[in-house]
């Protein structure tokens, strides 16, 4: 259910409004968990200096309906635990869009991956850097507040002036801006593939409303459809019947009537127009045939907006550099533009400067799991394990963590901070589509559990049942099956501290494995006799008598296509003379990839 932006209690938007909230900074605190309905904006400065060239750190701040600040979130402003930095050129005003995910769990910002105070070349903007050098950066922020910015875009075809990003589900991603394309990829990934436009193309703000791509932008691309759906590529469509010299920054669809454009439902739109009047909020229906205008109302220095709806009310949020200002549209479904007048909701801190707003991200209550590795389809080899790593956080602190792939049993994670990684085995699993699954419960008086997935391709032949995998094992492993009689001692070279021994001849521990070669540990003693080691039928005798020293390490090496592969080790009951017994000692075997 969509909750309404009350705008009751904002002044008048020509009145001067003081202050009453201090500029907050950045702290080890924990962010709050965001209301539904509350507005999130991009504010660029911490009011210690005034803005200029230099990059400058940027917040989200949260607004109530009622024109209260909850809190500010700081970006990072240097790198930690995998996030980058993500700050923002200070007098670059077109930059800083904002939007929420098409599932309302993130909003998705844009910066750049330089430290505070970092300029171009002889003191310009960082707009004059190449994302080659100064890669631009696209974070997410979820509903705990908890921030990713592990995606790099520093590919020649990444805008320049980074402006806005939007996303799906919080893996796939679409970023733009002045002098660059309009490019996609996924999070935290380096790098982006071109969907639409060219290095010269200079688009303004992204984003998914109706199951489409929209992107805005400066006359030929004022305002257009991107492909169809959330595609990685497609042409751009101007919506016909707007003004040709119209100047979009932020804009706000509805589905307000039976219309539909393109099969979209929407049929309402809210534009930000720079290009007439010093800022207007334009009002279009869609008619069928085309967008037709209905009607506008002086905002100067409109930028970013957000509809909210309920029923035929629309409640709209438009923020300019010094002021967040809200609008109604009382009758949404009018050929005309019913609005109240626009009234101040908060004003910037002297020193800084709003730039896009967002409803704020929801979801249900529960620890952020933000997957780091694998990446979005990434290939995962049959035959071993992998590594799943994923950064979680919680209010209420997190209390365990587990990872699985496919329908395998879940492995619990070791902590690092906020990084919990789990090494998941892939043996029994079929090559093909595949799906890692992270699940984390937090420790509140009654805990709640979030599960992520994550797409990834599996490669190679399954592991027959019974084999062992690559990887390293104990000979005490349910897989190794025994005869005779074997005893299990103590020893640090084993992966569980525990190994298997025998002094009976013929006693013999047979496994089959699976991988690219193989490697066996024997514990050497003064009582240690000699051993038969059998490999798919070609036997070699070790002798393991030593007095004292480190363990003996044999290697063998599997040609061709991986398969199944037996080994049989043998108590001979035979020793050199200098031995005091005949016995066999069983550390380790490690299964080579």
């Given at each position: 259910?969509?909750?309404?932006?009350?705008?009751?209690?904002?002044?008048?938007?020509?009145?001067?409004?003081?202050?009453?909230?201090?500029?907050?900074?950045?702290?080890?605190?924990?962010?709050?968990?965001?209301?539904?309905?509350?507005?999130?904006?991009?504010?660029?400065?911490?009011?210690?200096?005034?803005?200029?060239?230099?990059?400058?750190?940027?917040?989200?701040?949260?607004?109530?309906?009622?024109?209260?600040?909850?809190?500010?979130?700081?970006?990072?402003?240097?790198?930690?635990?995998?996030?980058?930095?993500?700050?923002?050129?200070?007098?670059?005003?077109?930059?800083?869009?904002?939007?929420?995910?098409?599932?309302?769990?993130?909003?998705?910002?844009?910066?750049?991956?330089?430290?505070?105070?970092?300029?171009?070349?002889?003191?310009?903007?960082?707009?004059?850097?190449?994302?080659?050098?100064?890669?631009?950066?696209?974070?997410?922020?979820?509903?705990?507040?908890?921030?990713?910015?592990?995606?790099?875009?520093?590919?020649?075809?990444?805008?320049?002036?980074?402006?806005?990003?939007?996303?799906?589900?919080?893996?796939?991603?679409?970023?733009?801006?002045?002098?660059?394309?309009?490019?996609?990829?996924?999070?935290?990934?380096?790098?982006?593939?071109?969907?639409?436009?060219?290095?010269?193309?200079?688009?303004?703000?992204?984003?998914?409303?109706?199951?489409?791509?929209?992107?805005?932008?400066?006359?030929?691309?004022?305002?257009?459809?991107?492909?169809?759906?959330?595609?990685?590529?497609?042409?751009?469509?101007?919506?016909?019947?707007?003004?040709?010299?119209?100047?979009?920054?932020?804009?706000?669809?509805?589905?307000?009537?039976?219309?539909?454009?393109?099969?979209?439902?929407?049929?309402?739109?809210?534009i930000a127009d720079?290009?007439?009047?010093?800022?207007?909020?334009?009002?279009?229906?869609?008619?069928?045939?085309?967008?037709?205008?209905?009607?506008?109302?002086?905002?100067?220095?409109?930028?970013?907006?957000?509809?909210?709806?309920?029923?035929?009310?629309?409640?709209?949020?438009?923020?300019?550099?010094?002021?967040?200002?809200?609008?109604?549209?009382?009758?949404?479904?009018?050929?005309?533009?019913?609005?109240?007048?626009?009234?101040?909701?908060?004003?910037?801190?002297?020193?800084?400067?709003?730039?896009?707003?967002?409803?704020?991200?929801t979801s249900v209550?529960?620890?952020?799991?933000?997957?780091?590795?694998?990446?979005?389809?990434?290939?995962?080899?049959?035959?071993?394990?992998?590594?799943?790593?994923?950064?979680?956080?919680?209010?209420?602190?997190?209390?365990?963590?587990?990872?699985?792939?496919?329908?395998?049993?879940?492995?619990?994670?070791?902590?690092?901070?906020?990084?919990?990684?789990?090494?998941?085995?892939?043996?029994?699993?079929?090559?093909?589509?595949?799906?890692?699954?992270?699940?984390?419960?937090?420790?509140?008086?009654?805990?709640?559990?979030?599960?992520?997935?994550?797409?990834?391709?599996?490669?190679?032949?399954?592991?027959?049942?019974?084999?062992?995998?690559?990887?390293?094992?104990?000979?005490?492993?349910?897989?190794?099956?025994?005869?005779?009689?074997?005893?299990?001692?103590?020893?640090?070279?084993?992966?569980?501290?525990?190994?298997?021994?025998?002094?009976?001849?013929?006693?013999?521990?047979?496994?089959?494995?699976?991988?690219?070669?193989?490697?066996?540990?024997?514990?050497?003693?003064?009582?240690?006799?000699?051993?038969?080691?059998?490999?798919?039928?070609?036997?070699?005798?070790?002798?393991?008598?030593?007095?004292?020293?480190?363990?003996?390490?044999?290697?063998?090496?599997?040609?061709?296509?991986?398969?199944?592969?037996?080994?049989?080790?043998?108590?001979?009951?035979?020793?050199?003379s200098a031995s005091?017994?005949?016995?066999?000692?069983?550390?380790?075997?490690?299964?080579?990839?």
């Amino acid at each position: 259910m969509r909750t309404r932006l009350r705008v009751l209690g904002a002044t008048a938007v020509t009145a001067v409004v003081a202050v009453a909230v201090p500029v907050l900074t950045s702290t080890d605190a924990h962010a709050a968990r965001f209301t539904g309905g509350d507005l999130v904006v991009y504010r660029v400065g911490d009011g210690s200096a005034s803005l200029n060239n230099s990059a400058a750190p940027v917040f989200l701040d949260e607004y109530t309906a009622a024109g209260s600040k909850l809190q500010a979130i700081a970006l990072p402003t240097a790198s930690a635990e995998g996030n980058l930095p993500l700050t923002a050129t200070g007098q670059s005003r077109s930059e800083g869009l904002i939007d929420r995910s098409a599932d309302g769990r993130f909003v998705a910002v844009t910066g750049y991956d330089a430290a505070v105070g970092t300029t171009g070349a002889n003191g310009k903007s960082l707009t004059t850097t190449a994302p080659t050098s100064v890669p631009r950066v696209v974070g997410l922020v979820d509903d705990n507040g908890v921030i990713d910015t592990t995606t790099r875009l520093n590919d020649s075809g990444s805008a320049a002036i980074i402006r806005s990003a939007t996303t799906d589900d919080g893996d796939r991603l679409w970023a733009t801006g002045g002098n660059g394309g309009i490019v996609t990829t996924t999070r935290g990934a380096s790098g982006a593939s071109t969907a639409a436009g060219t290095a010269s193309s200079n688009f303004s703000a992204l984003t998914i409303q109706g199951g489409q791509l929209f992107s805005s932008g400066i006359l030929a691309d004022r305002l257009a459809k991107v492909g169809s759906g959330t595609p990685t590529s497609g042409t751009l469509t101007d919506l016909s019947g707007l003004p040709d010299n119209l100047l979009t920054y932020g804009y706000a669809f509805a589905d307000l009537t039976g219309a539909s454009y393109d099969g979209t439902g929407l049929d309402t739109l809210y534009i930000a127009d720079g290009s007439s009047r010093a800022g207007t909020l334009d009002k279009y229906r869609w008619n069928g045939t085309e967008w037709a205008s209905a009607g506008y109302v002086d905002v100067p220095g409109a930028f970013g907006v957000v509809a909210d709806v309920q029923s035929n009310t629309v409640s709209l949020a438009i923020t300019t550099p010094t002021q967040l200002i809200t609008i109604t549209d009382s009758n949404g479904s009018s050929t005309g533009f019913t609005h109240s007048t626009p009234a101040v909701l908060a004003t910037a801190p002297a020193k800084t400067e709003f730039r896009g707003v967002a409803l704020a991200p929801t979801s249900v209550p529960g620890p952020s799991v933000y997957v780091r590795s694998p990446l979005v389809g990434a290939s995962v080899v049959l035959g071993g394990t992998v590594s799943v790593t994923a950064y979680v956080d919680s209010p209420a602190g997190v209390d365990t963590v587990e990872a699985k792939l496919d329908d395998g049993s879940f492995v619990a994670a070791t902590q690092s901070g906020h990084l919990w990684t789990a090494q998941v085995p892939t043996s029994g699993l079929s090559s093909g589509a595949g799906t890692v699954t992270v699940r984390a419960t937090d420790s509140a008086g009654t805990p709640a559990t979030t599960t992520v997935t994550r797409a990834v391709t599996v490669t190679g032949s399954a592991v027959p049942k019974g084999n062992l995998a690559a990887g390293t094992y104990p000979w005490t492993a349910k897989q190794v099956k025994v005869t005779g009689a074997w005893s299990t001692y103590k020893t640090s070279h084993s992966p569980t501290n525990k190994g298997r021994s025998s002094t009976k001849k013929k006693s013999t521990a047979t496994v089959k494995v699976y991988g690219g070669g193989l490697a066996i540990t024997f514990d050497r003693s003064k009582k240690a006799g000699k051993v038969k080691v059998t490999v798919d039928g070609k036997s070699t005798t070790f002798d393991l008598f030593q007095k004292a020293g480190k363990p003996l390490k044999e290697s063998w090496s599997f040609k061709g296509a991986l398969k199944s592969h037996t080994v049989v080790v043998t108590v001979t009951g035979k020793k050199r003379s200098a031995s005091k017994g005949t016995a066999v000692f069983l550390a380790a075997l490690k299964v080579k990839p």
